[in-house]
């Protein structure tokens, strides 16, 4: 583990598994400070180049999902080896599988789940996922750069009990050439023991019905925005640190970028795809 670079307020020092032989590549974890955990070394398989990653185990009793991992599959000759990255990363989903632990493991995979159906070896990649009774929570392309959309970078559980107490979906940003990817894990677990909780007995003595509901539903109601209280959040601009080089002039150019990149993404019409990449060319020549 190298010494952290980055601090996020609230959270623990950065994880993180990097290359000795370069800046580039590596993966990296930040966690919540509220969160107890230790890293799982037999897991967090790194060889460079090839196969990159970092697991940690949560200690709680209160979260379902106990075991956290990010994967890297570098994608760049000559070292890059698909077959030895598939065979590490099932190993460990089957150390997982044999602990009865629940999992979520995610990052750049470079394999185009896209592909299933036309391509021999990605059919044979996610059927060995699925064996394993592990399933990907992205089903969208994460990587537009036309005329191709690819799907490389996944996040997978074996936690299929309640699905739908989980969200899962891609974020449209413009940091770099990937879209970004979530998964949300509700506190269903808090809001099953309100429930529990419940003292319903002066609505069982109420003689009309529909004023008995009521009164259960002001109950049911309390417990659940209690649960998952309902945040406005509002971002004041004069609390942005902005870098010294970032002029007004530059800032207002990022900011056109950035529209100009939805109207592209949410409809992709030649006309969009042209202004996008026109706008491009002439943010990067200035």
């Given at each position: 583990m190298m010494t952290p670079r980055l601090k996020l307020p609230g959270f623990h020092d950065i994880l993180t598994q990097c290359r000795s032989d370069g800046f580039m590549g590596g993966v990296g974890l930040f966690i919540k400070d509220s969160i107890n955990f230790k890293v799982r070394h037999d897991l967090s398989?790194?060889?460079?180049?090839?196969?990159?990653?970092l697991f940690i185990e949560i200690i709680s009793t209160s979260v379902k999902i106990s075991i956290v991992g990010i994967v890297y599959r570098p994608n760049t000759p000559p070292r890059v080896n698909a077959d030895i990255f598939s065979t590490h990363l099932f190993d460990t989903?089957?150390?997982?599988?044999?602990?009865?632990?629940t999992s979520i493991i995610m990052g750049d995979f470079n394999i185009d789940l896209l592909k299933y159906g036309i391509h021999r070896k990605t059919n044979d990649y996610i059927d060995n996922v699925f064996s394993r009774g592990v399933v990907p929570l992205i089903h969208k392309p994460t990587r537009l750069i036309p005329p191709t959309a690819t799907l490389i970078d996944h996040i997978y559980t074996n936690d299929n009990r309640d699905t739908n107490r989980c969200s899962s979906g891609v974020i449209l940003?413009?940091?770099a050439d990937h879209l970004g990817t979530f998964h949300l894990?509700?506190?269903?677990?808090?809001?099953?023991q309100l429930l529990?909780?419940?003292n319903c007995d002066n609505t069982m003595d109420i003689e009309c019905p529909n004023n008995a509901f009521n009164a259960f539903m002001t109950l049911y109601k309390d417990a659940f925005e209690s649960t998952f209280p309902l945040k406005s959040i509002k971002q004041n601009?004069?609390?942005i640190t902005r870098?010294?080089?970032v002029t007004a002039g530059l800032f207002v150019s990022s900011r056109t970028k950035i529209k100009l990149l939805k109207n592209k993404l949410k409809e992709p019409s030649l006309y969009n795809i042209e202004r996008y990449k026109t706008y491009?060319?002439?943010y990067i020549t200035n």
């Open positions: 398989v790194f060889i460079p180049h090839v196969h990159e990653s989903m089957d150390i997982i599988n044999s602990e009865r632990k940003m413009d940091i894990v509700k506190n269903i677990a808090k809001f099953k529990s909780q419940l601009r004069k609390y870098k010294p080089w491009i060319n002439i």
